[in-house]
């Protein structure tokens, strides 16, 4: 990991998802060196006395936190849209990750799944979307590694060494079935990609081939099947209003009930730059 990247940014509400989400950086920032920052959006045209009260209040939680869980914790309150700033910060401060909570409710800072992806999908920073607090304090045991026929499959392999290094995770790499051979074909060159990496830097792998359907459906079933911690999607290049409108296939995987942590790589994210892990 680069020197200059030691920060995961913790989205801040003020509600209980944002603590779990909290949880979940706490439990990857001890594990890789990182300091936290919790960020809180408000609106443009808000006051200066309420601007004030928000942040006295977001400076007493980063406070108690970095007591309770023994690890930096700042603070940073910012003025504009949720879907823009959030981005925009991360990319400034050039952080490592993004772990933001989501949940059913709207509101200005209530994320739900289709929100999130409007949030992920401007930033060159990926993002860890979670729901519940983490089960435990101890590594991502088992990460969920989809791999279909888009070239942006590649993308986020990097993502992957990187847990397998620090987390000591098995990745598990699922493809879905198809009798189209071109489909096949692009399918399978994403497939030996992976596995090259994957084995040129000792990633513990297992490869599994789920039932034609809905691969995003059939990657949820497959996560919730072996009690997976982690599922790791690269986003839609170039996404469109109807995505958001239609649900992209990582919007369903975001918003799963299973409640599943869903790791959201950007093509050309810049964390954990694939060079630096790609030969051991």
Same mark, same amino acid.
């Given at each position: ?117 409007? /949030?992920?999908?401007?930033?060159? =920073?990926?993002? *860890? ?5 983490? &089960?435990? %304090?101890?590594?991502?045991? #088992? ?59 000792n990633i513990e792998y297992q490869i599994h081939e789920v039932p034609r359907g809905n691969f995003a459906q059939q990657t949820i079933d497959f996560a ?8 790791? /999607?690269?986003?839609?290049?170039? =996404?469109?209003? *109807? ?5 992209? &296939?990582? %919007?369903?995987?975001?918003? #799963? ?24």
């Amino acid at each position: 990991m680069e020197e200059n990247q030691k920060l995961i940014i913790v989205p801040w509400d003020f509600t209980h998802v944002a603590e779990n989400a909290l949880a979940h950086a706490v439990k990857i920032g001890k594990m890789v060196g990182n300091s936290i920052c919790l960020l809180h959006i408000v609106d443009p045209n808000v006051s200066v006395r309420a601007a004030g009260e928000k942040k006295a209040a977001l400076q007493h939680i980063s406070d108690t936190s970095r007591i309770k869980y023994n690890i930096p914790v700042s603070c940073e309150i910012l003025k504009g849209s949720i879907f823009s700033a959030i981005a925009e910060f991360a990319n400034k401060k050039e952080a490592n990750l993004v772990v933001m909570g989501t949940h059913g409710m709207k509101g200005m800072q209530k994320l739900t799944g289709s929100w999130a992806l409007k /949030v992920i999908v401007k930033s060159k =920073i990926p993002f *860890i979307v979670i729901q519940d607090p983490p &089960s435990d %304090q101890g590594r991502y045991h #088992n990460i969920v590694f989809p791999v279909d026929f888009r070239v942006e499959s590649k993308e986020k392999i990097g993502m992957a060494i990187f847990m397998g290094k620090y987390f000591d995770s098995k990745i598990h790499v699922i493809k879905p079935a198809t009798t189209d051979k071109s489909l096949l074909k692009a399918t399978n060159i994403n497939l030996n990609f992976a596995i090259k990496y994957l084995t040129q830097n000792n990633i513990e792998y297992q490869i599994h081939e789920v039932p034609r359907g809905n691969f995003a459906q059939q990657t949820i079933d497959f996560a919730l099947k072996i009690n997976a911690d982690l599922i790791l /999607v690269v986003t839609t290049k170039n =996404i469109t209003a *109807i995505d958001y409108v239609l649900g992209a &296939s990582e %919007q369903a995987i975001i918003a #799963n009930s299973s409640k599943i942590p869903v790791c959201c790589v950007n093509p050309k994210a810049s964390f954990a730059k694939v060079g630096q892990f790609m030969y051991g």
